[in-house]
């Protein structure tokens, strides 16, 4: 008897679980479809023309192609190493897959809807920062070490 | 219903209508990019699911047996240096898209986790141990190591400024 009421109490913390996120599924469902098409319309070629081989502008544009784009870590990983054999500099290809993981753009208003806006800009913004900063730091060591 | 929670409604249903809409216009605009791009989303979805049946029923398994006094210890702000490496283990061996894993968080820390080490979790999922021998391959020893390193150094900065937030 007690063993079945354990029971039905679980089912129903599990039943408010999926309810929570039944609840937040409209904007989860959009960022998905948002991701679809980032995927389709932004390829390694169109990031290959965006960079142009400032240093400055390249770590910029790095962290903001990387906060854009969502996906697969590995992707970001192929991206790199492309934009790497071609020239494009270190600071850009760090802030680039940093931004990748821990900046996201398309994801925010579900990150706002289900964090809150104040945590989710200043999570961002800060790691946006970090990027750019970790970016220099990590490339001046690395040209240090080589 | 909390008039949060009903704000939040019916901001993703507009959201949801928006990115709808932008599918209908590319539909017309050009078919193929438009199927290139559904393709594309339910591959997503279907990476994700799974991921999700999983993050619901650990939230549920959080909410029945975790004690919020044992979780307002560990992760509160007063848990200090032990609150940040048990959030930054978290999310270095945590898988799958930042984005399922947002309502566990949240879930969490209703019952006292302070918001730094939520922040702190989100970050070090940039640290991916299952990807370090192709990062090696791509990018070489030193690379990984200062690339890594930086990020779970940096997470203490995170760390310390969302606390003061």
């Known amino acids: ?146 | 219903m909390k008039k949060e929670t009903r704000k939040n409604k019916f901001f993703g249903f507009y959201f949801l209508i928006t990115v709808i809409v932008i599918y209908v216009i590319l539909f017309f605009l050009n078919p193929d990019e438009f199927n290139k791009s559904l393709l594309a989303s339910w591959k997503i979805f279907k990476m994700v699911i799974i991921l999700i049946a999983f993050v619901i029923f650990l939230s549920a398994l959080i909410n029945y047996f975790l004690n919020p006094m044992k979780i307002a210890k560990n992760l509160s702000k007063e848990a200090g240096f032990k609150g940040w490496l048990i959030s930054a283990v978290g999310g270095i061996i945590s898988h799958g898209p930042p984005y399922v894993w947002y309502p566990l968080i949240k879930n969490i820390q209703d019952k006292g986790m302070n918001q730094s080490f939520s922040a702190v979790f989100l970050y070090t999922r940039a640290v991916k141990i299952p990807l370090l021998p192709m990062m090696i391959v791509f990018f070489g020893w030193h690379f990984t190591i200062i690339f890594n390193l930086m990020i779970i150094i940096s997470s203490i900065f995170i760390w310390k400024i969302m606390e003061r937030i």
Request: aromatic share 12%.
């Open chain 1, 1 to 146: 008897m007690k063993k079945e009421t354990k029971r039905k109490n679980f089912l129903s913390t599990l039943f408010r679980a999926a309810k929570e996120f039944a609840l937040n599924s409209p904007i989860f469902i959009g960022v998905i479809l948002c991701i679809g098409l980032f995927n389709t319309f932004i390829s390694t070629q169109t990031l290959q023309k965006i960079f142009t081989g400032n240093v400055f502008s390249d770590t910029i544009l790095g962290s903001i192609t990387g906060s854009i784009i969502a996906g697969n870590p590995i992707n970001s990983y192929i991206i790199g190493k492309q934009l790497l054999s071609d020239g494009i500099s270190l600071y850009a290809i760090i802030a680039f897959l940093i931004c990748w993981v821990t900046v996201g753009i398309v994801q925010l208003p579900y990150e706002i809807s289900v964090m809150g806006k104040k945590f989710a800009f200043t999570r961002n913004l800060l790691s946006f920062l970090f990027a750019i900063l970790i970016a220099i730091i990590g490339s001046t060591i690395l040209g240090v070490i080589s």
